[in-house]
């Protein structure tokens, strides 16, 4: 039986309909979406990094400063720990270092997150 004619049940020739491939997205549109990405990597590459610094307080739980550093700085468990535990012998520690515009961000949220509960939780950020 060839691509485009068929033999029926009862002799009867079929004719199966041309089947023709999606239309594919235009070209220009991935590389423009490959473009956008590589300039965001350039220009986290151009802002610099920037070292977060967790500052130790008397009144934050240590449980709660697990917790920040695990859901909005992504820490291993045993990472945050031993973060919280240098910081709290130490008076500060470092968290990570990351690309400013996201040192800012993380930083943010874990001070709103912190603010919410009442707790004095303080980060600062250090060029690097």
Not at 17 to 31: N, R
Not at 53 to 76: A, G, S
Not at 88 to 104: C, I, Y
């Given at each position: 039986?060839?691509?485009?004619?068929?033999?029926?049940?009862?002799?009867?020739?079929?004719?199966?309909?041309?089947?023709?491939?999606?239309?594919?997205?235009?070209?220009?549109?991935?590389?423009?979406?490959?473009?956008i990405?590589?300039?965001?990597?350039?220009?986290?590459?151009?802002?610099?990094?920037?070292?977060?610094?967790?500052?130790?307080?008397?009144?934050?739980?240590?449980?709660?400063?697990?917790?920040?550093?695990?859901?909005?700085?992504?820490?291993?468990?045993?990472e945050?720990?031993?973060?919280?535990?240098t910081?709290?012998?130490?008076?500060?520690?470092?968290?990570?270092?990351?690309?400013?515009?996201?040192?800012?961000?993380?930083?943010?949220?874990?001070?709103?997150?912190?603010?919410?509960?009442?707790?004095?939780l303080?980060?600062?950020?250090?060029?690097?």
């Amino acid at each position: 039986m060839s691509e485009i004619e068929g033999i029926g049940v009862c002799g009867e020739t079929a004719v199966s309909p041309i089947i023709t491939p999606p239309i594919l997205p235009m070209m220009a549109e991935v590389e423009w979406d490959e473009e956008i990405a590589l300039d965001e990597q350039t220009e986290e590459e151009e802002e610099g990094l920037a070292k977060v610094i967790i500052h130790n307080d008397e009144v934050t739980p240590m449980d709660f400063v697990i917790v920040i550093l695990q859901r909005i700085f992504q820490l291993l468990p045993l990472e945050a720990e031993h973060v919280m535990v240098t910081a709290h012998f130490n008076g500060l520690a470092l968290v990570a270092t990351l690309p400013l515009s996201e040192a800012k961000k993380r930083v943010g949220k874990a001070h709103f997150a912190a603010q919410l509960e009442g707790y004095p939780l303080q980060f600062t950020i250090e060029l690097v």
